[in-house]
């Protein structure tokens, strides 16, 4: 997952803490969880409630009912990492009423930090890495007998399977469902495969399974998380082989991103699949025409290209430069050229010359894309950036280059917005608009927010739309009455 989607979420949630709504007051304790970061850490959060819930824990959205609070931590820039600890700062004060309240923080900056965490921020009574949620009631228990706990153990084989997520600030529409955890890339400047371990795929028909409920369940759309879903390949688990290594036996009952896409999108062609995030390097024709060949799988990816300057990508240790992404773009737009692209782009990059720079602005011209995550360059320690390169990119430049950057992608998401005007589309719709309680909002196949008058209209209705007006953010229009 490239800092997208770690980021769809980053800055536009700015590690919004999403509260935990109460789940049932049967007199169990109560566990209070606030997320940060990407997706991938949401849904995270939902595995840690179903292991705490089966230990006799409920969720509660009241942190002054609760008797323990966990903070699922992001690790992804300097700032999400002072966000939590400023947020610690908020519970000295309920400790203080209340001593019994254990304190834990989870997630990629507990995985980062480990034992400096609980020397660091002495309000901290409980440490558990991304692969160690299955041991949070023992850590628990530990910390209830007046000590310390930790757990930062990374696994080679945990992808917690068997666990069936507790659906939490759900809106009964969508839903995430990861199918792989860690990352084998090692691009330059990420913390992801210090802080989330090795690549391991999760068994397809466990995903199925996951499916299938949720369909069940009313919910008309999920998201295949990973963080970088073109890997995805299971052929029985265990440690992890390129397709080449396999036995022809091992081949014969492989799983690859294409093969999982198809078994998910066969549920029910009601059910919207989409996935995130895709990875320039690894994406494969068979990947795209198994979109196309799909109905319900949704026509938008999220390709992040962060450079647009072949030497940066390299310093980067992307995995491809220029022309390799422009030929993922050119596929996209053969085989399914209704399909929405947004990506990720990070600016003043270390050695990051005017002329490197100008190279993302002319790739973002010619590709054009629906929306893209645009950050700084923040430097993360232990990287390999961090060890080779210096951070040297002053920031007023970084703040330049960024709102240069900004400024294109507006206008392209004002333009690909505008190519829908008159249109009809189809909107799955997920609830009422912010704006107005007279209007619901939902999205296009491509992703693309729509908001229209309610009428007899509910989530979880699939409504044609004719479009009649849009913004940069959002389509206007209008449900057509059959
Ligand atoms: S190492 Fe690269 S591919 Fe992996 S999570 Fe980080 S940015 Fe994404």
């Given at each position: 997952m490239s800092n997208h989607t770690q980021e769809l979420l980053e800055e536009s949630r700015q590690g919004e803490a999403t509260l935990l709504n109460a789940i049932t007051a049967s007199g169990n304790r109560k566990l209070y969880l606030e997320s940060y970061g990407c997706q991938m850490n949401f849904s995270d959060s939902e595995i840690v409630a179903s292991i705490l819930s089966e230990a006799g824990y409920d969720t509660t959205k009241n942190l002054y009912e609760s008797d323990v609070v966990l903070l699922n931590t992001c690790a992804i820039r300097e700032n999400a990492e002072q966000r939590v600890r400023q947020r610690l700062k908020d519970f000295q004060g309920l400790k203080k009423s209340n001593p019994r309240l254990v304190v834990g923080v989870l997630g990629c900056m507990a995985e980062r930090l480990k034992e400096k965490f609980l020397e660091e921020e002495k309000l901290v009574d409980l440490v558990a890495g991304p692969d160690a949620y299955r041991a949070l009631p023992d850590l628990i228990a530990e910390v209830e007998t007046g000590q310390k706990a930790m757990n930062v153990l990374l696994s080679l084989e945990e992808t917690y399977a068997d666990i069936n997520p507790v659906r939490m600030g759900s809106n009964g529409v969508s839903a995430f469902i990861?199918?792989?955890?860690?990352?084998?890339?090692?691009?330059?400047?990420?913390?992801?495969?210090?802080?989330?371990?090795?690549?391991?795929?999760?068994?397809p028909e466990s995903i199925v399974k996951e499916a299938q409920e949720l369909f069940d369940n009313g919910f008309r759309e999920v998201t295949l998380l990973g963080q970088n879903v073109d890997s995805y390949l299971f052929y029985g688990g265990g440690p992890k082989k390129d397709f080449k290594q396999l036995s022809e036996e091992e081949k014969g009952r492989a799983v690859n991103f294409a093969g999982l896409l198809a078994k998910v999108a066969a549920v029910s062609p009601l059910l919207r699949v989409r996935f995130t995030t895709s990875n320039p390097g690894d994406m494969t024709d068979e990947v795209l025409e198994t979109m196309a060949a799909w109905p319900n799988i949704c026509k938008y990816i999220h390709l992040p290209v962060q450079s647009g300057n072949s030497d940066v990508l390299h310093r980067m240790n992307r995995g491809y430069d220029r022309p390799t992404y422009m030929n993922r773009i050119a596929a996209i737009r053969r085989i399914m050229p209704d399909c929405a692209i947004s990506t990720d782009i990070i600016t003043g990059f270390c050695g990051e010359t005017e002329?490197?720079?100008?190279?993302?602005?002319?790739?973002?011209?010619?590709?054009?894309?629906?929306?893209?995550?645009?950050?700084?360059?923040?430097?993360?320690?232990?990287?390999?950036?961090?060890?080779?390169?210096?951070?040297?990119?002053?920031?007023?430049?970084?703040?330049?280059?960024?709102?240069e950057i900004i400024q294109i992608q507006s206008e392209w998401s004002l333009k690909r917005n505008q190519e829908v005007l008159g249109q009809t589309v189809e909107v799955l719709v997920e609830g009422v608009s912010k704006k107005s309680e007279e209007d619901l909002f939902g999205r296009t196949s491509q992703y693309k927010v729509v908001v229209f008058p309610k009428e007899q209209f509910k989530p979880g209705d699939?409504?044609?739309?004719?479009?009649?007006?849009?913004?940069?953010?959002?389509?206007?229009g209008k449900a057509l009455t059959s």
């Open positions: 990861s199918i792989m955890r860690g990352c084998d890339n090692m691009c330059s400047f990420c913390v992801v495969p210090f802080t989330r371990g090795r690549e391991r795929s999760r068994d002329e490197e720079h100008k190279d993302t602005l002319s790739l973002m011209q010619e590709v054009g894309y629906d929306y893209a995550y645009m950050f700084q360059y923040s430097e993360r320690p232990r990287t390999l950036a961090a060890r080779k390169f210096k951070d040297d990119v002053a920031q007023e430049e970084k703040n330049r280059r960024l709102k699939y409504v044609q739309v004719k479009v009649h007006d849009c913004t940069s953010a959002t389509l206007l």
